[in-house]
């Protein structure tokens, strides 16, 4: 699977088949439990008829900021510039991840056609740092095997858990975007800061597709 391709299959797998779960049969441990509310406070958001557009996208976008740990993903995905750059540039870049990533979670919600997500169970990497496993079951693909996903949730703290990466099929998130980032870095004498743009740019194409689709 190219990379490019690879991420894009991973976003819809995290902002679709996430909040389109199905109870679980079985008890979780923490992470999975963690998981799983995600997925029940989304389809709550999604269900409620009383909602607009914008209302719907707003607590959607607050969901996934309160699932997501979007600092230590975006900085993940600087991989060695982090060291270099400045603070500001920094936090410029960490705001236009979060902008990129929540834009294209959004416009992935208006792809769902059915598609199920099952925790097949989980694996503690470290203490508070878990790999949940699940497979998703597409009811439009007419392949035998469901797509194996995987998400991986660390404990930060005091209660709190978050998400910080999934993978589809073995491909890893933030490690396929860090590839694409570090070679657009590559092009661009290492500039954090056209990095941003970009991201941002992208945020802006992610939107505009989006609101066209809804007309």
């Not at 097949?120 to 079951?137: F, L, W």
């Not at 978050?162 to 590559?186: I, N, Y």
Request: contains cysteine.
């Amino acid at each position: 699977m190219p990379a490019k391709r690879a991420v894009i299959s991973i976003l819809a797998c995290w902002a679709v088949t996430l909040l389109f779960a199905p109870a679980p049969a079985r008890a979780q441990t923490p992470a999975e439990s963690f998981v799983q509310q995600g997925t029940s406070k989304a389809i709550a958001i999604l269900g409620d008829k009383t909602l607009s557009d914008a209302q719907r996208q707003d607590q959607v976008a607050r969901l996934m900021t309160s699932l997501l740990d979007m600092k230590r993903m975006a900085l993940f995905t600087l991989g060695p510039a982090v060291k270099s750059a400045r603070p500001a540039d920094l936090n410029a870049f960490v705001a236009a991840y979060r902008e990129f990533a929540l834009a294209t979670y959004e416009a992935e919600l208006g792809g769902y056609s059915g598609q199920t997500l099952n925790v097949t169970g989980s694996t503690e990497r470290a203490p508070g740092d878990t790999i949940v496993n699940a497979v998703v079951n597409d009811p439009n693909d007419k392949s035998d095997a469901p797509a194996q996903v995987s998400f991986r949730v660390l404990d930060e703290g005091q209660g709190q858990l978050a998400l910080v990466d999934a993978s589809v099929e073995g491909v890893w998130f933030t490690l396929a975007q860090r590839d694409d980032f570090t070679g657009f870095l590559g092009q661009n004498g290492g500039d954090v800061t056209k990095l941003a743009a970009h991201l941002k740019d992208m945020a802006a194409h992610v939107e505009a597709g989006a609101q066209a689709r809804r007309k």
